[in-house]
T-cell receptor
Framework: GEDVEQSLFLSVREGDSSVINCTYT??????LYWYKQEPGAGLQLLTYIFSNMDMKQDQRLTVLLNKKDKHLSLRIADTQTGDSAIYFCAEKGNNRLAFGKGNQVVVIP | DVKVTQSSRYLVKRTGEKVFLECVQD?????MFWYRQDPGLGLRLIYFSYDVKMKEKGDIPEGYSVSREKKERFSLILESASTNQTSMYLC????????????FGNGTRLTVT
């Protein structure tokens, strides 16, 4: 079955880059996703990457995928206070999404 | 933009009560999901549905049931609420079964006293 691991907490200064990491176990995963959850809200899809890609860039977001090590990362450039949130990675395998436990990012002004 | 609406943001219920959590999506999505979110445990899938009147158990279905009488509406039912069902409940929908991303509602925070 799927198992997705994330570290729990990251603090970063405004303007610096943030990197959030995730490992997953299901090598048959076709898509991997990053979701953002702001306080009191549901999850918002940030970006996703197809499993045959190594990298995807979307404005301030860069997703890196190391399929050999089953490692996914999200880099946020020029981190802003509005980036403070919980970030979840998720893998699509077996027709369902498996989520990591989330990584809380706190941006210090 | 897809809109997934959960009828209540906050609910307080008593132990033993029957509780209905309602979710509606407005984009004709085939698939709908119910998750619960707890600190340190992340999101856990309770039930999901790929079509009207169809339901499948997720990872933690015990103590819950669901109903999908119409495509746009997916209800989560707690037959007899217990204190360990105090949680944040998140509804989501997606267009197709395969690779469509999930769109989430804002959640219902349920407290069972």
């Amino acid at each position: 079955g799927e198992d997705v691991e994330q570290s729990l907490f990251l603090s970063v200064r405004e303007g610096d880059s943030s990197v959030i990491n995730c490992t997953y176990t299901d090598s048959s995963s076709t898509y991997l996703y990053w979701y953002k959850q702001e306080p009191g809200a549901g999850l918002q899809l940030l970006t996703y990457i197809f499993s045959n890609m190594d990298m995807k860039q979307d404005q301030r977001l860069t997703v890196l995928l190391n399929k050999k090590d089953k490692h996914l990362s999200l880099r946020i450039a020029d981190t802003q206070t509005g980036d403070s949130a919980i970030y979840f990675c998720a893998e699509k395998g077996n027709n369902r999404l498996a989520f990591g436990k989330g990584n809380q990012v706190v941006v210090i002004p | 933009d897809v809109k997934v609406t959960q009828s209540s943001r906050y609910l307080v219920k008593r132990t033993g009560e029957k509780v209905f959590l309602e979710c509606v999506q407005d984009m004709d999505h085939e698939n709908m999901f119910w998750y619960r979110q707890d600190p340190g445990l992340g999101l856990r899938l309770i039930y999901f549905s790929y079509d009207v009147k169809m339901k499948e158990k997720g990872d933690i279905p015990e103590g819950y049931s669901v109903s999908r009488e119409k495509k746009e509406r997916f209800s989560l039912i707690l037959e007899s609420a217990s204190t360990n069902q105090t949680s944040m409940y998140l509804c989501a929908s997606s267009l197709h079964r395969d690779n469509s991303p999930l769109h989430f509602g804002n959640g219902t925070r349920l407290t069972v006293t």
